[in-house]
């Protein structure tokens, strides 16, 4: 079997009109909502999941969970139940087809190298051109058997035994630490992640919910995870917190479009997924962060955002990994600020659903921004932008919501070739912006 085609595209524009006013409630987070699925299939007893985000990146997922042995059921509620397999997957009767989602193939090979099964991982053409070494490297050091001709998808997995490793992974990816504790779950002995800077840790958070031994230890720079093998997660109930990364769009939106003032509900403020946040303070923007309390095990929290000038930011690379999803959306924000904005050090960026440091470079520059890129840094200069630009989004949902968000405060509407895509991860989207008073043509 060959990935699904491409959906059909349809064109799209944002234009300025209404200031945003209301609230809305955060999608759910897509990173927990995927870690949901794959854990409460691994885990022995059935797992209810509240909340999960029913994007096309997750459902992906919930799929290659069923044809891997987990039973999944939703009532038409907002609960799935998934009845977990005990650590042994079967094999797939068909290829596992993950669409246009990364974290879901990557954290599903260690998944299934780890639970003993042969499976084929497929994609869009997307994430077929996207780096798999990453994840196959590591996981055939702990044994597994990989064949992957290029170093990306497909790629087959066939079952062996694991062993334990004690791997400092070189670059800093949630998504590469997953795929190895997920492996190390069933490993024979001992797996250890040296992380040197800080990745989201919502994999080891859950893996505590689902009963697992895991040992998270500070080490400077970074942090250092050990988990004994082999291992037998426990169903749990999990609740999905909101959607940072997708939240945001409406808050870049609201800085921007003068006399809006918004509030997000139900935002996850994970330190290691809320950059974004930071950074909009430092630039001036007025931000309300009144916590909530605790879903998953993470804290979450409401986000007034009210309009008003932002200065332009010289952003360390440091940060880069609390705020990985969110650079198209920032560099949006610093279009729109007082002087000239510096993103530093955003070479990940390249491997992304598409090359958005380029893309965002011409998102921009589309639009009538001036904007370089120097090495790994995006430099935009800022002020009053002029807009009217048709903006090819590559196949990326945030590259699609960020032309989207430009729109909606520059003189002339921006148009985007296709918003199918923004459905990868915020099905909502569109309708969530027009509650808030956006005003957003699609059929362009
Ligand atoms: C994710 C990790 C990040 C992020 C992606 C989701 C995750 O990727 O870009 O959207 O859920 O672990 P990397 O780990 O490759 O940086």
Do not use: W
Request: aromatic share 4%; hydrophobic share 45%; net charge negative.
């Amino acid at each position: 079997m060959t990935s699904l085609p491409h959906p059909s595209r349809q064109a799209a524009f944002s234009q300025r009109r209404n200031s945003l006013r209301g609230h809305i409630f955060a999608p759910g987070d897509k990173s927990i909502s995927h870690r949901a699925l794959i854990l409460a299939s691994l885990a022995a007893g059935e797992s209810r999941i509240n909340g999960l985000l029913e994007s096309g990146d997750v459902l992906a997922t919930l799929e290659a969970i069923r044809k891997l042995g987990a039973t999944v059921r939703a009532d038409g509620t907002a609960e799935y139940r998934v009845t977990g397999t005990s650590g042994q997957f079967s094999h797939p009767a068909t290829d596992l087809d993950f669409g246009n989602s990364g974290t879901g193939a990557r954290l599903m090979m260690g998944a299934v190298a780890g639970a003993g099964a042969n499976a084929r991982f497929i994609g869009d053409a997307s994430l077929s051109s996207r780096p798999m070494a990453r994840i196959t490297d590591p996981l055939s050091r702990m044994g597994a058997r990989c064949e992957t001709g290029t170093g990306r998808l497909p790629v087959v997995l066939t079952a062996a035994s694991l062993i334990g490793i004690d791997e400092t992974p070189l670059i800093a990816s949630a998504q590469v630490k997953s795929a190895i504790l997920l492996a190390g779950l069933g490993a024979q002995g001992e797996t250890i992640v040296r992380e040197n800077r800080l990745t989201r840790d919502h994999t080891e958070t859950m893996l505590k919910l689902f009963g697992a031994e895991i040992r998270v230890i500070a080490s400077s720079p970074g942090r250092v995870v050990h988990l004994p093998g082999p291992q037998t997660l426990t169903a749990c109930d999990i609740v999905v917190p909101g959607d940072p990364s997708s939240a945001a769009f409406a808050s870049v939106a609201a800085l921007i479009i003068p006399d809006s003032d918004i509030t997000l509900r139900n935002v996850m403020t994970n330190p290691a997924r809320f950059g974004l946040y930071a950074v909009l303070k430092r630039m001036g923007a007025d931000l309300l962060v009144t916590p909530t309390g605790h879903a998953a095990g993470e804290a979450i929290a409401d986000i007034r955002v009210q309009s008003g000038a932002l200065e332009a930011i010289d952003l360390e690379p440091d940060i880069a990994a609390t705020m990985i999803d969110e650079y198209p959306v920032l560099a949006v924000a610093c279009a729109f600020a007082n002087g000239t904005s510096r993103l530093r050090g955003l070479a990940e960026l390249r491997a992304k659903e598409s090359d958005r440091l380029a893309a965002t470079c011409a998102l921009l520059s589309a639009n009538g921004v001036s904007v370089r890129i120097d090495e790994d840094d995006l430099i935009i200069e800022g002020g009053k932008v002029p807009g009217g630009g048709h903006v090819a989004t590559h196949e990326d949902h945030r590259i699609a919501m960020s032309a989207l968000v430009m729109g909606l405060a520059s003189n002339e509407a921006v148009t985007i070739d296709d918003i199918n895509m923004i459905a990868t991860s915020y099905p909502g989207f569109i309708a969530d912006m027009t509650a808030l008073g956006a005003v957003i043509e699609v059929g362009a």
